[in-house]
Nanobody, 119 residues
Framework: QVQLVESGGGSVQPGGSLRLSCAVS????????LGWYRQAPGKEREIVAQ???????LYADSVKGRFAISRDNAKGTVSLEMNSLKPEDRAIYYC?????????????WGQGTQVTVSS
């Protein structure tokens, strides 16, 4: 049974920084992608960043140069370092795992953590 637990959300002023972390329990061997998504009020969930276990990384254009994703395969964790935060970064941030097994992808979500950016 795979479970994802996020931590590190909170409230900061514009220009501030936050670090989100996600701990993954359960077996995640084989091809897999760990990532972060966010959902702002009244908007659809969108990808923020993702990193596969082969190192391939992807960022949304809106966060390039400000956010950095990292993962520790041995510890089963993924983190998101968020710098130069803007009010439009305010959202619930979700950790996501996609596992490729038996010729198909399986997806798992964390419970979400709130990030608020306001002065």
């Amino acid at each position: 049974q795979v479970q994802l637990v996020e931590s590190g959300g909170g409230s900061v002023q514009p220009g501030g920084s936050l670090r989100l972390s996600c701990a993954v329990s359960g077996s995640i061997t084989g091809l897999n992608i760990l990532g972060w998504y966010r959902q702002a009020p009244g908007k659809e969930r969108e990808i923020v960043a993702q990193k596969s276990n082969d190192g391939t990384t992807l960022y949304a254009d809106s966060v390039k140069g400000r956010f950095a994703i990292s993962r520790d395969n041995a510890k089963g964790t993924v983190s998101l370092e968020m710098n130069s935060l803007k009010p439009e970064d305010r959202a619930i941030y979700y950790c996501n795992l996609r596992l490729f097994r038996g010729a198909r992808w399986y997806g798992y979500w964390g419970q979400g953590t709130q990030v608020t950016v306001s002065s």
